[in-house]
T-cell receptor, first 118, second 114 residues
Framework: NAGVTQTPKFQVLKTGQSMTLQCAQD?????MSWYRQDPGMGLRLIHY?????ITDQGEVPNGYNVSRSTTEDFPLRLLSAAPSQTSVYFC?????WGVGPSGANVLTFGAGSRLTVL | QKEVEQDPGPLSVPEGAIVSLNCTYS??????FMWYRQYSRKGPELLMY????GNKEDGRFTAQVDKSSKYISLFIRDSQPSDSATYLC??????????????FGRGTSLIVHP
């Protein structure tokens, strides 16, 4: 059971380049989300999805696109990378976006993707 | 003011000490309260969750919620060097449509030295 798998683990981009961070989960989780983590800022929600075909914006969505065509995958696209997007990105999923057997929307996180934009 | 406030530390304690980690919050509607632990260069993992006020114990860890003061705590007894990590509090309230989206604190870095 792989859990939440993120690729790539590390990436260096030049300003203006585009790329996609991949996230896949094999737990049949309904809810998936993307966070960025910056020093002193904690985890900030970028986008989330409560099921295939349904996405919504979080706290810091500008510069990022998402789609959810399958239950398993939730890729995060950077359209035109900027140095301000240098961060560690985490994908997280949960069985239910509501109240489940383990509480309300208890998240399972991936290992993270470290992105540097020069 | 952020909805959830958490002192980033670092908090440095000797092995065997009792550790107290805290968060305050401003939204009185928060219902579920969680603590995540994050080791260096890893993703956060759920440590404990509680619903409403009161205490919850799991081994050396105790989570405490005081809704009247809008204050939550995580106590670690007999702390070990392996407890060295960043501890993030999180809390959630049902939004439109019934979804719970957690709001995280900034995390407190804990260092337990031998």
């Amino acid at each position: 059971n792989a859990g939440v798998t993120q690729t790539p683990k590390f990436q260096v981009l030049k300003t203006g380049q585009s790329m996609t961070l991949q996230c896949a989960q094999d737990m049949n989780h309904e809810y998936m989300s993307w966070y960025r983590q910056d020093p002193g800022m904690g985890l900030r929600l970028i986008h989330y999805s409560v099921g295939a075909g349904i996405t919504d914006q979080g706290e810091v969505p500008n510069g990022y696109n998402v789609s959810r065509s399958t239950t398993e995958d939730f890729p995060l696209r950077l359209l035109s990378a900027a140095p301000s997007q240098t961060s560690v990105y985490f994908c997280a999923s949960s069985y239910s976006w509501g109240v489940g057997p383990s509480g309300a929307n208890v998240l399972t996180f991936g290992a993270g993707s470290r992105l540097t934009v020069l | 003011q952020k909805e959830v406030e958490q002192d980033p530390g670092p908090l440095s304690v000797p092995e065997g000490a009792i550790v107290s980690l805290n968060c305050t919050y401003s939204n009185s509607a928060f219902q579920y309260f969680m603590w995540y632990r994050q080791y260096s260069r890893k993703g956060p993992e759920l440590l404990m969750y509680t619903y409403s006020s009161g205490n919850k114990e799991d081994g050396r860890f105790t989570a405490q919620v005081d809704k009247s003061s809008k204050y939550i705590s995580l106590f670690i007894r007999d702390s070990q060097p392996s407890d060295s990590a960043t501890y993030l509090c999180a809390m959630s309230v049902p939004r439109a449509g019934g979804s719970y989206i957690p709001t995280f604190g900034r995390g407190t870095s804990l260092i337990v030295h031998p």
